[in-house]
């Protein structure tokens, strides 16, 4: 059952932690994406990934950091820069070209405790 | 700035009314738009794209170049339309802020 994966669920952390979200995608896909989303400001974009070994930031991508060492996996690190780091994660990927949407994972819910 | 608006936060219309989420766009080129569906307690998942010209649930969206637009509609709003949508280009830019739409009985 192909599909793309995020754990965990739910994350908490502490402050001055760096944590790690998980994404995974068995769809073949070239794209990965992370994506913030917050109440009333909609999703916006951290880094994306157009294939292994290179990502570009995307346009809040201060305090985090991302790897693409495989083509199926895509990690997000927030990191203790990340001044507000408390929100709601969406990992997703595509297939390069025209027409091809996005897959989205069932996002991550970091809390900064 | 290139960047996709939606806006309206809030949209409520009642059963069998028709609706029309509005989504404007602001970039140049031949813009590859999408729109987007979450459901209570699920995933984002994929409604519409403009370059197939299809419908899916009962709604359709037009790429209208001349008004920068790609708007939504639906003739027959059910009740189980009810979700926030989001209009948003392909690639390497932020969504819009998304519409909340309710359907009453």
């Known amino acids: 059952d192909g599909g793309i994966t995020q754990s965990p669920k739910y994350l908490f952390r502490k402050e001055g932690q760096n944590v790690t979200l998980s994404c995974e995608q068995n769809?073949?896909?070239?794209?990965m994406y992370w994506y913030r989303q917050d109440p009333g400001q909609g999703l916006r974009l951290i880094y994306y990934?157009?294939?292994?070994?290179?990502?570009q930031k995307g346009d809040i991508a201060e305090g985090y950091s991302v790897s693409r060492e495989k083509k199926e996996s895509f990690p997000l690190t927030v990191t203790s820069a990340q001044k507000n780091p408390t929100a709601f994660y969406l990992c997703?990927?595509?297939?390069?070209?025209?027409?091809?949407?996005?897959?989205f994972g069932s996002g991550t819910r970091l809390t900064v405790v | 700035a290139q960047r996709v608006t939606q806006p309206e936060k809030l949209l409520s219309v009642f059963k069998g009314a028709p609706v029309e989420l509005k989504c404007n766009y602001s970039?140049?080129?031949?813009?590859?738009l999408f729109w987007y569906v979450q459901y209570s307690r699920q995933r984002l998942q994929l409604l519409l794209r403009h370059i197939s010209r299809e419908s899916i649930k009962g709604f359709t969206a037009d790429l209208n170049k001349g008004e920068t637009s790609f708007h939504l509609k639906k003739p027959f709003a059910q009740e189980e339309d009810s979700a926030m949508y989001y209009c948003?280009?392909?690639?390497?830019?932020?969504f819009g802020q998304g519409t909340i739409l309710t359907v009453h009985p």
């Open positions: 948003a280009p392909h690639g390497k830019l932020t």
């Open positions: 970039y140049s080129g031949s813009p590859e």
């Open positions: 997703a990927s595509s297939m390069q070209g025209a027409g091809y949407g996005y897959t």
């Open positions: 990934s157009q294939i292994v070994n290179d990502f």
């Open positions: 769809l073949n896909h070239d794209a």
